[in-house]
Nanobody, 125 residues
Framework: QVQLVESGGGLVQAGGSLRLSCAAS????????MGWYRQAPGKQRELVAS???????NYTDSVKGRFTISRDNTKNAVWLQMNSLKPEDTAVYYC???????????????????WGQGTQVTVSS
């Protein structure tokens, strides 16, 4: 079983910055990708950023140019640097780790999916 622990959330003014951290422990063998999701009250959980073990990154359009995800494969940790924060970024942020098998057809199958407890990010206007 994989355990994920997040930290770094808090209250900031619009335009400010926060850095979220996530540390993984347990059965972390062959974790293919890690990422950050967020969920605001009454809203659906959305993927914010992800990074593969090879370093490939993806971001949702609303955070491109403002957020940066990074990963240390040796230490099994992932970070999310958030700059130029907006009130719309207010949400609970969750760390995620997955094990994925990709077939020749391009279809991917998740064989493991793990979540942290979440950390609150609040941006005031």
């Amino acid at each position: 079983q994989v355990q994920l622990v997040e930290s770094g959330g808090g209250l900031v003014q619009a335009g400010g910055s926060l850095r979220l951290s996530c540390a993984a422990s347990g059965s972390i063998f062959s974790i293919n990708a890690m990422g950050w999701y967020r969920q605001a009250p009454g809203k659906q959980r959305e993927l914010v950023a992800s990074i593969t073990s090879g370093g490939s990154t993806n971001y949702t359009d609303s955070v491109k140019g403002r957020f940066t995800i990074s990963r240390d494969n040796t230490k099994n940790a992932v970070w999310l640097q958030m700059n130029s924060l907006k009130p719309e970024d207010t949400a609970v942020y969750y760390c995620n780790a997955v094990r994925v098998r990709t077939f020749a057809s391009g279809v991917a199958l998740r064989t493991g999916d793990y979540w942290g407890q979440g950390t609150q990010v609040t941006v005031s206007s």
